[in-house]
């Protein structure tokens, strides 16, 4: 066998009371929606940060936001995993959609439910929707980056066959070492996209609607691509003995949305008015 890192094995359940278990997975999930709100709520205060230096949301606002978003997550998300990814096993037992404690959940899905709990909640608050939009990618890699760990104490969305010297044996997939792509992703797609996206918002990317989320949904396509290299799988790919897969394909449009985003941003007059949710 060729040398390889060991991997931990964590016990997926985090705490186990009795009959009751709660697991790694809802906590990486939880961790990733709690701090993200709490950063949109430091953005908010920090009325230096936008244009007239109004923020154009309240505080309390946050409060509803979070819950729409969390609504957003768990549902778009599921519901994107099961179908871009493994239509034919949910639908032969559709009792297992139901089981997200067992992993499955697809960021593409998670964010067209995102994107239509924005939606609803600018309406709903009479928000700026650009500006919702702007919060809200601001924060989302904290979330990443939780997702992602989630991703390898569950020991899934591993990555192929390699032999560099971190390379681990994942539980399930055999005795051979694979690149822990997971690992790839939560650093390049959490990490480094938050530090860029933060160092942008200080320097008064947020007085731009709609740029934060253009490099947002830029970037993260981008760093999802180059990831996708490192976990080619069978059942991802989008065409048979194609070596490109179903997450590439998925974060292409994310990438030419990014673009006209921030063509948006960069052409719109200083003191234009922030288009409201009608």
Known sequence: MILALPYPNIDPVAISIGPLSVKWYGLAYMAGLLLGWYYIKRLIADQSLWRGGRAPLT????DDLLLAVTLGVVLGGRIGHVLFYEPGYYFSDPIQILKIWQGGMAFHGGVAGVALAMWLFARWRRAPLLSVADLVSAA????????????FINSEVVGTVSNVPWAMVFPGYGDLPRHPAMLYEA????????????????????????????????????????????????????????????????????????????????????????????
């Open 187 to 278: 650093v390049l797609e959490g990490l480094v996209l938050f530090a860029i996206l933060t160092v942008m918002v200080r320097r008064g990317a947020l007085k731009s609607p709609g740029l934060v989320t253009g490099w947002f949904l830029f970037g993260y396509g981008m760093f999802r691509i180059l990831c996708e290299i490192f976990k080619i799988e069978e059942y991802r790919l989008f065409v048979p003995d194609l070596p490109i897969t179903r997450g590439m394909v998925y974060s292409v449009p994310m990438i030419l949305l990014g673009l006209y985003f921030i063509w948006r941003a960069r052409r719109a007059p200083g003191d234009a008015q922030v288009d409201r949710a009608a």
């Open 140 to 151: 989302v890699p904290i979330g990443l980056f939780f997702g992602r760990i989630a991703n």
């Open 59 to 62: 505080e309390p606002m946050t």
